[in-house]
């Protein structure tokens, strides 16, 4: 298990964000016993600043019953409630105000999270408190995957990336309840090994991408070199995309992190390395052509549990290193070990 003190490092650089020193200083002194506790801890701090900055506005379209016309008439709508004998109409119009799908989301995950009864007392209180701060006219909508997927293709930045993020988090860690009204109950994230995949995978590539300068960070397709009578044979073939591709002039690092229990299997009473991995890596090398004058290498990287290892190979004639990153270690030292391995 992550010690949760480290998850927020590895959260805010899996969202592609340098950890934020007043989010620092808020988090380091509490003694968190949940990861629900530090993700509510961390919107509280970053909701308050998004409401000292002021809400986004944005026109959102409303439809009403009024006196004189605005927008666009409702016709067949007012026609049926006999509307225009009464001197009304019904009207479609736009407005500006902070009543958008952020702001919406953000209050619907805290209100959420003020009926939590596995969050401290204190915590709800703070949340409540906050609750009460956003403009009235901001209506909550509980966080759901449909809504997540809309507010992404909005390409949010900065802060409003950030709090999208800490929210879909949230809303994939709870669990379903008989009331959507009643309390909620979450699950420890941790537990979840193709969640921890996805972000330990977006942790390593954006930590490179935000913390050196020699080597340029992407994530890329290998073509494979291959050639078949039918040219639509070639489609069948597997994509090839790195989690982590490290680039230079002189070295080129293909960095595939695998979030597993363990780097090594028991087989026939024997401690292996597991092969599917290692077979993988070996493909990516092998289809990779290299520019002149540049080493092509490769590393399997994985969060130390039950064992520490670190050993190092010629694979094709090029140099591959398997490793483990203890993860459980104060965060400057796992920041050390990273860029250590790209040395």
Known sequence: ??????????????????????????????????????????????????????L??????????????????????????????QGRALCAFDELGPNTAGARLLLGTLQLLARTRSLPAALRQEVRALVHRFPAEVLPELPSA???????????????????NVCELIQQSALPTPDAAGTSRFRDFRRDEVLMARLFEQFV???????????????????????????????????????TTLESPTRKIIL??????????????????????????????????ALPGQQLEGILLYPAATQALDVRYSLGGHPVRIVTLDLTQPWPQIAAALLALAA
């Open 1 to 54: 298990m992550i010690p949760i003190q480290n998850l927020y490092y590895l959260l805010c650089y899996a969202w592609n964000r340098l950890p934020d020193q007043q989010e620092l200083q808020a988090v380091n002194p509490q003694a968190f016993h949940r990861p629900l506790e530090l993700l509510t801890h961390v919107l509280l701090v970053a909701a308050r600043r998004q409401l000292r900055q002021g």
């Open 56 to 85: 986004p506005v944005a026109y959102t379209e409303h439809v009403a019953e009024l006196t004189e016309l605005r927008g666009r008439l409702q016709l067949t709508p007012t026609l049926r409630r006999n509307l225009l004998q």
């Open 146 to 164: 449909a809504g997540l997927r809309a507010l992404r293709r909005h390409r949010p930045t900065g802060l409003a990336a950030f709090l999208l």
């Open 205 to 243: 590539r954006n930590f490179y991408r935000l913390e050196q300068r020699h080597f340029r960070v992407l994530s890329e397709t290998i073509q494979w070199q291959a050639t078949a009578e039918d040219a639509t044979g070639l489609d069948l073939l597997p994509a090839m995309i790195t989690d």
């Open 256 to 289: 595939d992190t695998k979030y597993y229990a363990a780097a090594l299997r028991q087989r026939y009473n024997q401690q292996k390395l597991i092969a599917p991995h290692l077979y993988q890596l070996y493909a990516y090398l092998q289809n990779q052509p």
